[in-house]
């Protein structure tokens, strides 16, 4: 040891040594580094960058040793053999490639520490043929055991280094790897040079073909400064490329992750790559991928590709292979090249959300959006097949068709939502009632069908009975509207033979059996279809009525009951059809409000009757009729309001004849919409009273201004004594409430003298005045100047 030592510090140029150290670690840091940058490549590439670590690193040690050498001051003439340090050169680059080869061979146990000792050997291989290219004026001696060390640290040294360089992640591997090597290298080359000893001899001379030292300095430095310095140049290009390219794939795996459609890359039937959607799609990791055939999940697709290639044309498939069954999608599959590689693409979408969503469209063309029945295409598509049925098995049906009794009523009161949660409740309770064979279906509104193969017509009657059973049963909440419905059914091929006229019959038997009552069912009867298309064709008459001026007003004075003065007139409304003639209001008026046609009717009287009363010169009122339907719609004050400014009209002069029933469908509201009324000006009549019930709660709680009695009662007052009765308790009920009271239906004198004697305020009948024009009654709706008297009298 301290041979070597003694070697190191007295026969050598540190200048030169400090050289080779430098040399020494650039060889080996390249060496190193180019090995790692052949570690993650493949393929020829990895052969290429071997080559380019076996120059480097061979040619870098080779340099080493060399200016180390030139570093070795003998004392004595030297020079070196040309073709034996080219050799040496030779040796070192072949050696280091095959220790760096050996490294690479993964099957190869230990395969990173042989190649270090390949290196190694090679290491010392390069040494002792450089030494035997050395002449010297002298005799060498070499110490068989510092040869015998410096070759195994060569070794030991190149084998750690290797091993530390692959171990040891990132660029820690990387610096410890290349001080390794140094190591390896400066131990081998000053132990092998402390293995020499030179004895002087005059009688030798150097070759004159030897290299001078000086010029194999300078030729040796240069040559491995510039070679080490490329190599190391290439690698970091190759680096900065990889670098670069790396952030390009990781923006195109980030690129391909961000769709929503699975993308799969595959070479043949082997799946090499996938993103992130397919293997969410599939339940898997994205790695776990790589390598499974592609057949095994996409079958359709893997013979497709077989079959006709990658085609840009949808192919419906099924997904295999995953735990909760196979899945619907669409493939499109298109050529690429991957790693300079062709492969295919195959994009793959879910078709879960778009069959659920085309099984959304295709129920809801069949069927009721709100209840889940069949709608009226549907029922009508099956009743087509039940007819036909029937015909040719002789079989019989019934179709019942259902209207829900009061629903609008119910849908102002309590809200469309509690409408639409009312017409649900009775699709699932009648539903429960049927068999597998009969259907029910939503029509439109309110509106139901139920479509019953039978053998008789009672099987139909029964099933209307327990559907009204089990609508009572529904109804038992007494805070929510009551649920009642009227049945018609009509029979084939008893009735009809055909679809229409079987709907149309059904629904002519359950217009009837809401005419007789509401609340039951009737079956269809032929006398039955004169009636309801005259209804009909009435009903649309009267919708056209007001256009065409076929109504017009009457009126009909109201007078004091004392003196016999005219305080006012009621307004009533007539119609003459041109073919037909008169209509009695007692037909057209019920029409009017089932149809929902008297609130523009009334909107029409209201204004007509307003302006009216603002011609006449005589401040007389007018009292206008409002039925339910005009109390509670949304407009009415408005629309009261509207008509007053427009005639210019003062409000005070406007009287509003409301009944009893009108009060009693919402109460709330109706009692808001008699406040407003009062704050207009308006005066507020009850109308026949008496007829309806909780009448006393009524006038406490609505700010009523008069009471009107009932004709019922009046009539024959004089001689009834419980009409006599119950008129005197009105007159004392107004009396007590401050309400003056007006009699209807006064026709006899006799009549008029008990209402005297009673103290009634007003009266109005066929004695003061039957409704006419109001051109009848000028003489009280005009003042009369002098000229008119003057003209009168003579």
Not at 552 to 568: C, K, M, N, S, Y
Not at 633 to 644: C, K, Y
Not at 701 to 713: A, L, Q
Request: aromatic letters at 6%; charged letters at 20%.
């Amino acid at each position: 040891m301290l041979k070597v030592v003694g070697c190191f510090v007295q026969a050598h140029d540190l200048w030169l040594v400090g050289l080779a150290a430098l040399i020494c670690s650039l060889a080996a840091a390249t060496c190193v580094a180019l090995l790692q940058h052949a570690d993650r490549s493949a393929g020829r590439w990895q052969a290429v960058w071997l080559c380019v670590a076996a120059v480097a690193g061979g040619s870098g040690i080779w340099a080493t040793h060399f200016v180390a050498m030139l570093a070795f001051e003998p004392s004595l003439p030297t020079g070196y053999d040309l073709h034996l340090t080219v050799l040496s050169l030779i040796y070192a680059i072949l050696v280091t490639g095959a220790g760096l080869t050996v490294a690479q061979v993964r099957a190869l146990p230990l395969s990173r520490a042989l190649g270090g000792a390949v290196l190694g050997g090679g290491i010392a291989a390069m040494h002792y043929t450089g030494m035997a290219a050395y002449e010297v004026a002298g005799h060498i001696r070499w110490d068989p055991v510092l040869v015998a060390a410096s070759i195994g640290l060569g070794i030991v040294g190149g084998g750690a280094a290797l091993v530390a360089a692959h171990a040891v992640p990132g660029g820690r591997g990387r610096l410890l790897g290349s001080l390794l090597l140094v190591a390896a290298i400066c131990s081998h080359h000053f132990t092998a040079m402390g293995a020499v000893t030179i004895v002087p001899d005059p009688t030798l001379a150097i070759s004159e073909s030897a290299l001078p030292a000086r010029w194999l300095a300078v030729a040796v430095a240069m040559a491995s400064l510039t070679l080490l310095l490329l190599a190391y140049a290439v690698l970091a290009l190759d680096v900065r490329d990889r670098r670069r390219a790396g952030l390009e794939g990781e923006r195109l795996i980030s690129l391909a992750n961000a769709a929503v459609e699975g993308l799969v890359v595959c070479r043949g039937d082997m799946i090499v790559s996938a993103n992130e959607s397919f293997g969410r799609l599939v339940g898997r990791n994205v790695t776990d991928l790589a390598g499974v055939p592609l057949s095994r999940v996409l079958p359709e697709a893997a013979a497709s590709l077989a079959l006709t290639g990658p085609s840009d044309q949808p192919l419906e498939a099924e997904l295999n292979g995953l735990p909760d069954g196979a899945i619907p999608v669409e493939l499109i599959t298109r050529p690429v090249t991957y790693g300079n590689q062709p492969h295919y693409a195959v994009a793959v979408r879910d078709l879960r959300a778009r069959r659920r969503a085309e099984g959304q469209i295709h129920f809801l063309a069949h069927h009721d959006a709100l209840t889940g029945l069949a709608n009226r295409t549907s029922f009508a598509t099956r009743l087509d097949q039940e007819i036909k049925r029937a015909e040719a098995t002789g079989g019989r049906l019934a179709v019942l068709c259902l209207d829900l009794d009061r629903f609008k009523e119910i849908n102002d009161v309590f809200g469309h939502a509690a409408g639409d949660t009312l017409l649900m409740t009775v699709a699932r309770s009648v539903t429960a009632l049927l068999g597998t064979s009969e259907l029910m279906a939503r029509l439109g509104g309110d509106e139901f069908a139920i479509l019953m193969p039978c053998d008789h017509a009672a099987a139909a009657g029964r099933l209307a009975e327990q559907i009204h059973e089990a609508l009572r049963q529904d109804s038992g909440d007494a805070s929510g509207p009551v649920i009642a419905t009227s049945v018609g059914i009509a029979l084939y091929p008893d009735d009809a033979q055909d679809r229409a006229l079987l709907l149309s019959y059904a629904d002519t038997a359950l217009y009837r059996a809401k005419a007789e009552g509401r609340g039951t069912y009737r079956f269809f009867e032929a006398r039955m279809g004169a009636q309801v298309r005259d209804r009909r064709r009435l009903e649309h008459d009267m919708r056209l009525a007001v256009a065409r001026g076929e109504m017009h007003l009457a009126f009909q004075p109201q007078t004091e009951v004392r003196t016999g003065d005219v305080t006012g007139f009621e307004v009533l409304l007539r119609w003459r059809h041109p073919e037909r003639g008169p209509v009695s209001p007692a037909l057209f008026i019920p029409i009017a409000e089932e149809s929902g046609a008297i609130v523009q009717i009334g909107e029409w009287v209201l204004r007509e009757a307003c302006r009216e009363a603002a011609r006449w010169s005589v401040p007389l009122s007018v009292a206008v009729n409002v039925s339910a339907v005009q109390l509670h719609a949304p407009h009415f004050v408005q629309t009261v309001h509207e008509a007053l400014f427009q005639a210019g009209l003062r409000p005070a002069r406007l009287e509003i004849e409301i009944t009893e029933t009108a009060l009693i469908r919402d109460p709330s509201r109706a009692q808001a919409t008699l406040r407003q009324l009062k704050a207009l000006g308006v005066r507020l009549a009850m109308d026949d009273f008496g007829t309806g019930y909780s009448s006393l709660s009524n006038l406490r709680t609505y700010p009523f201004d008069k009471i009107k009695i009932d004709g019922s009662f009046v009539r024959a007052v004089d001689a009834n004594e419980q009409a006599k009765a119950i008129v005197r308790s009105v007159l004392g009920l107004g009396r007590g409430l401050g309400l003056p009271v007006l009699a209807e239906g006064v026709e006899t004198a006799a009549e008029l003298r008990f209402l005297a004697d009673e103290n009634c305020q007003a009266a109005q009948g066929y004695l003061m005045g039957k409704p006419g024009p109001i051109e009848d009654f000028r003489e009280y709706t005009h003042r009369m100047t002098a000229e008119t008297s003057s003209a009168k009298v003579a």
